[in-house]
């Protein structure tokens, strides 16, 4: 049983486009995170939601809409994609904001834009 | 404003060969300190965590970390490496207790064994 999945796990598509990526936890957690992982591997937060409330919003393009429908999903939505989308971002999961300050991370999906 | 410092963005070792990763950060305040393990195609795991009291604090399969408040430091060491700790390693800090405070990452290292 996987506890943080997201989906589609690779994506492949034009400059322009608008693409989405679901994120689901069945931790029982009430945080959810989404987090970008360029090509050197630096890994930077770009949104935390609380019980389907925006805690983080990290200087993100507006291009970029998280959606919360409850607190066990966390879609990610992007609009007119472009170059420097490439790249891939994980969901991740915790209970309470920082209760023990673990996190649990999805396998990650890879966006290359072309 | 937080921020951590990964000295090294690649270590070779020699397997059973100790190793040590480096990890400073910077905070105003009092921190969480984190290390996370990435293994190829997968994503990010807690290797090990300071939150507080004894400052030297252990994983499951060998990993010790210990948090030096006055060096700002939370180096990450393993007495014997193996071929299957072969990874990215993520150091990462947190200030304490904000509701909108968030867990930042170092660039990584990676630990490359050699047979």
């Known amino acids: 049983d996987t506890a943080v999945s997201q989906t589609p796990k690779y994506l492949v598509t034009q400059m322009g486009n608008d693409k989405s990526i679901k994120c689901e936890q069945n931790?029982?957690?009430?945080?959810m995170y989404w987090y970008k992982q360029d090509s050197k591997k630096f890994l930077k937060i770009m949104f935390s939601?609380?019980?389907?409330?925006?805690?983080i919003n990290e200087t993100v393009p507006n291009r970029f809409s998280p959606k919360s429908p409850d607190k066990a999903h966390l879609n990610l939505h992007i609009n007119s994609l472009e170059l420097g989308d490439s790249a891939v971002y994980f969901c991740?999961?915790?209970?309470?904001?920082?209760?023990?300050?673990?996190?649990?991370f999805g396998e990650g999906s890879r966006l290359t834009v072309l | 404003a937080q921020s951590v410092t990964q000295l090294d963005s690649q270590v070779p070792v020699f397997e059973e060969a100790p190793v040590e990763l480096r990890c400073n950060y910077s905070?105003?305040?009092?921190?969480?300190l984190f290390w996370y393990v990435q293994y190829p195609n997968q994503g990010l795991q807690l290797l090990l965590k300071?939150?507080?009291?004894?400052?030297l604090v252990e994983s499951i399969n060998g990993f010790e970390a210990e948090f030096n408040k006055s060096q700002t430091s939370f180096h990450l060491r393993k007495p014997s490496v193996h071929i299957s700790d072969t990874a990215e390693y993520f150091c990462?800090?947190?200030?304490?207790?904000?509701?909108?405070?968030?867990?930042?990452f170092g660039k990584g290292t990676r630990l490359h064994i050699l047979p």
């Open positions: 939601y609380n019980n389907k409330e925006l805690i």
């Open positions: 990462a800090v947190s200030d304490r207790g904000n509701r909108d405070d968030k867990i930042i």
């Open positions: 931790l029982g957690h009430d945080t």
């Open positions: 300071y939150l507080s009291g004894s400052t």
């Open positions: 905070s105003s305040v009092s921190v969480y």
């Open positions: 991740a999961s915790s209970q309470g904001v920082w209760d023990n300050g673990e996190l649990f």
